[in-house]
């Protein structure tokens, strides 16, 4: 294992220490606990907690900011933070206007965060929830624990941080990202592993000419592996399981994300960003926002994800409203 | 004489002590942290159990060891064994010995706590297929009139053929789930650990 | 060599292209030339070349924008671009107030941006430059070529780029990006080689417990080679060499730049942060704005850099001015 | 019949041939790419001769190859080669046939070139390590009398030994003079080119 760290057991501390001492101007530490809140004086509006297990930087802690989130609750790396520290993060942030929490869906993130909110709601505080699964690799039924939350949930975190910034309810806070959430579908892929500190070694080997398909965000196995392909076949492949789900149709305004995991250099995200969009176009969508870089990441695991949102009107102004977070500004 | 904080120190230390044995199975078809977490959930409950006095009910002693996992592991098994383990605390309140029935109770209590949280069921690949089929085992011993010890035998028998069996199956709950067919082969790291603590507690009581 | 490419003969074209079709907002192509200029109308003030070689995204063309550069020119990967490449990129953006012409201090990228410069001042075009030489790792002597110009050339940009997006002449731009050169310093380090795509092969190769320390940004060998230390010796080992260049003191006001080269995760970007700040802080300097992210990378390589720039009113004034970039956006 | 045409075609060739072996070079003590912006200038090159005429005249060639490098090749050696080939094309301008010292002057004005845009001189590990023994090498030939063909023997000869002796020295400009001291042992990739089409020209003329 190679690694620019001091010591494996204490990476989350030092990476929240080095987080809140570089930028705060838009990060503090909530004292004692695994959870950074924004800087700036709490203003009265619906709160959204989002977090999970680390090594996915800049998520989540980058996306707390205005237009954003209000807290972020870093587990150990890969694993979801516990009960205790959520619930501090969500008393921090609620101004009596209630809480969204933004979850992606692992079982351990859901167990985790409904004891959570079970905790505030005995302490009379109003929280909601929304569970992110974007991940078409897995299919959704009802014999599985359903599709998991990757990438796209970085764009739950800028439209309902728009939502709640402009002053709505928590219920209509909820509404839009629920409508994020139902509305993108995301697929990943990646031609290095990642190796998780405390383990020491990479969570899966892959062969010179090997990549994992339908990979996740932990280091985890992805859903089958193929020989390594060209560029413009991976965004193919990727797009298509995308598109199959037959939520995007000709005329349609989306938004795109390609993310990387880690390891990719820009140039790689560029190439797989040209045939996306190639693709896209081809098919009759309207690309009207691109992000590209990496948003939700795996620690140096080397591949990338690809990430459509189907905008309405309400959608595309909530993602083109300003946000202003270490990770992500808008104006 | 044992006491039952000796007890949790001894069933603590064996899943401490499989640390890198059940990382490795997670990172077959998890995210590769369950030894990890199982690991940093004990030694933080062996922190809080310290300060406790060392003939200290079992009552009080599983609350700790519930609330001080639900507060250190994270991902699945936190809340599964710390639900598991706040369950069993409140089966035994008040008994000052403990029975192969109230130990039974015990397990029931446990399994019923994370079947609430994690709404999965035998078969799914996970825990539950080492510790329902342990509660099966130890209700045939109560039955055949079988010592505590003997029970507990029969119930570590019974959880270790729980964990071959999580490997000729697909996982339907937990991350291992993504995987579908591919987790086949692979034994579950969570029924792996729960058969981990079995054993040690058969081993210290035996 | 894993990527995620085509063909590696076509990377730049390729990632140029993805550049323009996927943030056509801020950027466009210029027609038949590896070039890409601000997609906004051209305003009339003092407009900003940079370049160099591919490789290093986002810079340069991810500083291409509002109060940035006006064009970027990319040259093959790790290579200068040629110069009617430049001289092409300088018609573009010139307005009539003149060009200032941001360059890395190699030999090539010298040479072919005065070709370039020469071939533009023909043509009437008032064209200044300068040449960023940040990184202490390579010392500055009369013998050689002189120090290179590493990640502190961003900041050249996007203090250079406020001034130009002021008014101010081209003389005090120029001035300005002086400045800059003048106060800052790099040093890097890397602990894992990159792939030039044509060279199909590692630039050079690092033993598990080996890192280069003083490298470049075009997988060049570093100065020399070490044990691998901990994230804080690291850091440590970096500041001091910046530090003993002696230009920063007690109560100076400095941005930090701490600057991933392709692979390295944030997370451990940010751990090499807490301990830079740390030193700095020790050392009675305050801290008043800090970059932490990929800004000039070496395709894969993982690593990273530190960059000091003492800051005086004009400098910190426009180094908080308003960007608007696809890599840096500020306001 | 030897054209001048033919003549660079095979130049280029011998470049474009040793493309992995001037990168490998490169790698030791630069940027690796050497080879591969040598190899794409002369690739370059060729399609803009294609359309010259056979026996196109030596000074059109070389300043069509000059200008042809200059806009294909980047990086220190495409503004280094091409004001060569620029310089070489100045001094033949009006001549059918090139004698031995009318080859050396344009030798030297394609140094001369290389100083001007580059700054450096001999002993700083640089092309023109290669390229200066090689004009003092014609020069005695030269004066000795030899034919065409033997003065560019020796030529080849001294810039080999240039070559050689550029293991021996410290880089103080270009890429490689930020190993310091790492850069001993290592030949250099510009000087090694140089030699490359010296040697090219020699064994066509030959
Ligand atoms: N819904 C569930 N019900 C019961 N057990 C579960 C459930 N989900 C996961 N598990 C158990 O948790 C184990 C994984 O724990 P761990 O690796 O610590 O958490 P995570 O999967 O969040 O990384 C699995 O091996 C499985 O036995
Ligand atoms: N200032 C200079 N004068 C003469 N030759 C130089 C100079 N700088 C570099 N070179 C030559 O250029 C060669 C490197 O060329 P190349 O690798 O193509 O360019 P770059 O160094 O920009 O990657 C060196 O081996 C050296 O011979
Ligand atoms: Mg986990
Ligand atoms: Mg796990
Ligand atoms: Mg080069
Ligand atoms: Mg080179």
Redesign the interface.
């Known amino acids: 294992m190679k690694k620019i760290i001091n010591n494996p057991d204490n990476v989350v501390e030092e990476m929240l220490n080095g987080m809140v001492v570089s930028q705060p101007q838009y990060l503090k530490r909530l004292e004692g606990f695994d959870v950074v809140v924004r800087a700036d004086k709490k203003n009265s509006k619906v709160a959204l907690v989002s977090g999970g297990g680390s090594g996915h930087e800049p998520s989540h802690g980058g996306f707390v900011g205005r237009g954003m989130l209000d807290a972020a609750v870093a587990g150990a790396v890969f694993t979801s933070p516990t009960p205790d520290q959520i619930y501090e993060a969500i008393k921090a942030v609620d101004t009596g206007k209630g809480v969204l929490l933004i979850i992606k869906n692992y079982s351990g993130d859901v167990m985790n965060f409904e004891m959570a909110a079970e905790m505030a709601a005995a302490d009379g505080i109003e929280v909601e929830k929304v569970i992110t699964n974007d991940d078409v690799a897995v299919e959704n039924s009802t014999w599985t624990t359903g599709r998991r939350g990757i990438a796209g949930t970085v764009l739950v975190h800028k439209i309902a941080g728009a939502k709640a910034e402009s002053g709505a309810a928590l219920a209509d806070v909820k509404k839009a990202a629920e409508k994020v959430i139902a509305n993108e579908r995301s697929m990943g892929m990646a031609i290095e592993p990642c190796t998780v500190p405390a383990a020491g070694k990479p969570s899966f080997t892959l062969a010179d000419n090997e990549m994992e398909i339908g990979i996740g965000i932990h280091g985890e196995p992805g859903t089958h592996r193929e020989s390594l392909k060209t560029a413009d076949e991976i965004a193919q492949q990727l797009v298509d399981k995308i598109l199959a789900e037959n939520i995007y149709g000709t005329g349609d305004e989306v938004a795109v994300l390609v993310n990387g995991l880690g390891a990719t250099p820009l140039m790689e995200l560029y190439i797989v960003s040209a045939k996306v969009q190639a693709i896209l176009k081809e098919k009759g969508l309207k690309m009207v926002k691109t992000y590209i870089g990496n948003y939700m990441t795996s620690l140096e695991m080397a591949g990338c994800s690809v990430t459509l949102l189907k905008l309405d009107n309400e959608l595309k102004e909530l993602l083109f409203a300003p946000a202003d977070t270490p990770a992500l500004v808008q104006f | 004489m044992t006491t039952a904080k000796e007890a949790l120190r001894v069933v603590g230390q064996a899943v401490i002590d499989k640390k890198s044995y059940l ?1 490795d199975l997670d ?1 077959a ?5 369950h030894g ?2 199982m690991a ?1 959930g004990f030694e933080s409950v062996f922190k809080k159990i310290a300060v406790l006095d060392d003939n200290i009910d079992l009552t009080t002693l599983l609350k700790t060891v519930g609330m001080g996992l ?11 064994y710390g639900t598991a383990f706040l369950r069993a605390s409140g089966v035994c309140a008040g008994k000052t010995e403990i029975d192969a029935v109230t130990a039974k109770a015990m397990l029931d209590a446990a399994i019923k706590g994370i079947q609430d ?2 709404k999965a069921k035998k078969g799914e690949k996970t825990m539950l297929d080492a510790l329902i089929p342990a509660s099966e085992a130890m209700d045939i011993a109560i039955k055949a009139g079988k010592t505590e010890v003997e029970c507990l035998a029969d119930a570590v028998q019974a959880a270790q053929k729980g964990v071959e069996y999580t490997k000729t199956i697909i996982a ?4 291992a ?4 067919e ?1 987790s086949i082969g692979h034994q579950d790291p969570g029924a792996t650990s729960s058969t981990v603590m079995l054993e040690a507690l058969y081993n210290y009581l035996e």
């Open positions: 990382t990172q078809i998890g995210d590769g942290d990890i977490n940093r639900i507060s250190s592991v994270g991902g699945a098994a936190g809340p599964l949280r994690g339907t709950k937990g991350r789930s993504y995987l579908a591919r």
